[in-house]
């Protein structure tokens, strides 16, 4: 199963592309996390990319389309992917079309996950994270069971991501609205895109696109 999450910033798709990854055995590919990751080595590519994410930017096609187009080749992508904040532009989607066909691949499904702006910005000002395993947590709505204890790795230290303050977030809702929206009329298009409703508690959220996910598999 080769499937996009698409969603704005704050919509849930890191937390359910990891329960996916979970449930269903194929890897998570986070385009934001590779950029993080990217930074925190201090490449060229993490010079550029940190800061245009600290203003609430994209960074260029360019860039993220050769990112994916390498890490799609390796083998923990063989039995299906989750695509996790990309494609987030139409240029991006396009290269994606084309980077699949060689490769003789092709997309099940793009499931899109719907949220208000409001719960975007109360989503994302609660948000952080283990510094060790990067478990993800909010100060509301996903708390470790322990409190101040990492479920999964025991860490104690947790961080906040910098891209995670009030007039970022505004600039990345921005983003989302003029470039990453009208891919899903591309997708519509193509008669590959589930809409959920992403409102609902974290595991009400995870049944609905297990639900969309095992239709397109029986279909
Ligand atoms: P990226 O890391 O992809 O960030 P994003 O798209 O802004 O998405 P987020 O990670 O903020 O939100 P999410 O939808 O994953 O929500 P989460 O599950 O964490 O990108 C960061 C930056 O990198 C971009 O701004 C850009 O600069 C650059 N970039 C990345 N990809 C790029 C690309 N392809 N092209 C160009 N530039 C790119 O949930 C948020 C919080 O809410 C969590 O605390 C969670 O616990 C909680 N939560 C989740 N679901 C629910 C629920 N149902 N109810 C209550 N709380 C919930």
Not at 18 to 25: I, N, P, W
Not at 124 to 142: N, V
Request: aromatic share 4%; glycine share 10%.
């Amino acid at each position: 199963m080769n499937l996009v999450l698409l969603g704005p910033p704050g919509s849930g798709k890191g937390t359910q592309a990891k329960r996916l990854q979970e449930r269903l055995g194929i890897v998570q590919l986070s385009t934001g996390e590779m950029l993080r990751a990217e930074v925190a080595a201090g490449s060229e590519i993490g010079r550029t990319a940190d800061t245009l994410m600290k203003a609430g930017h994209l960074v260029p096609d360019s860039i993220i389309i050769d990112i994916m187009d390498k890490r799609l080749d390796q083998a923990d992508c063989a039995p299906g992917f989750i695509l996790d904040g990309f494609p987030r532009t139409v240029p991006q989607a396009t290269a994606l079309e084309v980077m699949l066909d060689a490769k003789k691949l092709k997309l099940d499904v793009v499931v899109s996950i719907e949220v208000d702006d409001e719960a975007m910005i109360a989503r994302i000002s609660g948000r952080y994270s283990c510094a060790k395993c990067g478990a993800g947590y909010h100060d509301l709505f996903q708390l470790p069971k322990v409190s101040g204890v990492c479920d999964t790795c025991g860490g104690v230290e947790f961080v906040r991501r910098k891209d995670d303050n009030a007039e970022t977030v505004r600039e990345r809702l921005k983003a989302y609205h003029a470039q990453t929206k009208p891919i899903i009329a591309f997708y519509d298009e193509r008669g590959l895109v589930k809409r959920v409703d992403g409102m609902g508690p974290i595991d009400e959220v995870t049944e609905k696109v297990q639900s969309v996910i095992d239709k397109q598999a029986m279909s």
